[in-house]
T-cell receptor
Framework: GAGVSQSPSNKVTEKGKDVELRCDPI?????LYWYRQSLGQGLEFLIY????????KSGLPSDRFSAERTGGSVSTLTIQRTQQEDSAVYLC??????????????FGSGTRLTVV | GESVGLHLPTLSVQEGDNSIINCAYS??????FIWYKQESGKGPQFIID?????DKRQGQRVTVLLNKTVKHLSLQIAATQPGDSAVYFC????????????FGAGTTVTVRA
């Protein structure tokens, strides 16, 4: 597609429920990233995919968070047993190669997650 | 409008004036920097980048200045327009990895008509 597409754009869930957030990167982009943006804060790195592999998962806050990528394209971020502190905007980005240097690191519009 | 030397979370500027947004970065090993603009309900949008072997780079109505001695980055916007109202973030990336951006806290710019 023309840009990075994320769905849903908004998600309200009850504490303790599981949620799945989806990211469709720009076609042909081999690298994909998830970031989290809490209210009024900068972006916090969560995970990096190169193809279907995740060489860096160091930003995932707890074992309740997991992510996968299939077919070198779509990625899903799953949060199990959601807590109120998980409320944030989850942003996905993709790039043609690893990182932003000349590879066009493009962000989607994010999924706003609210845990009530 | 200008946040002189310090990072300020908000900046109010009169339409047509120049804006200066400041950012202090943390990692002396960072060698690539990007300014992003984030409008409400959207993801960050690339504005301009600069490598550590440069101290100034100009784009359309924007200029980025890099002072590695004091680890300071600034974004200058000329003739600020209402469409420039947004949150602006600086981001850095280091030589230890090529993919993980570290973001500053952001400055909310409001343009007064």
């Amino acid at each position: 597609g023309a840009g990075v597409s994320q769905s849903p754009s908004n998600k309200v869930t009850e504490k303790g429920k599981d949620v799945e957030l989806r990211c469709d990167p720009i076609s042909g982009h081999t690298a994909l990233y998830w970031y989290r943006q809490s209210l009024g804060q900068g972006l916090e790195f969560l995970i990096y995919f190169q193809g279907n592999s995740a060489p860096d998962k160091s930003g995932l806050p707890s074992d309740r968070f997991s992510a996968e990528r299939t077919g070198g394209s779509v990625s899903t971020l799953t949060i199990q047993r959601t807590q109120q502190e998980d409320s944030a905007v989850y942003l996905c980005a993709s790039s043609l190669g690893p990182g932003p240097r000349g590879y066009g690191y493009t962000f989607g519009s994010g999924t706003r997650l609210t845990v009530v | 409008g200008e946040s002189v030397g310090l990072h300020l979370p908000t900046l109010s500027v009169q339409e047509g004036d120049n804006s200066i947004i400041n950012c202090a970065y943390s990692n002396s090993a960072s060698d690539y920097f990007i300014w992003y603009k984030q409008e409400s309900g959207k993801g960050p949008q690339f504005i301009i980048d600069i490598r550590s072997n440069m101290d100034k780079r100009q784009g359309q109505r924007v200029t980025v200045l890099l002072n590695k001695t004091v680890k300071h980055l600034s974004l200058q916007i000329a003739a600020t327009q209402p469409g420039d109202s947004a949150v602006y973030f600086c981001a850095e990336i280091g030589s230890s990895n090529d993919y993980k951006l570290s973001f500053g806290a952001g400055t909310t710019v409001t343009v007064r008509a």
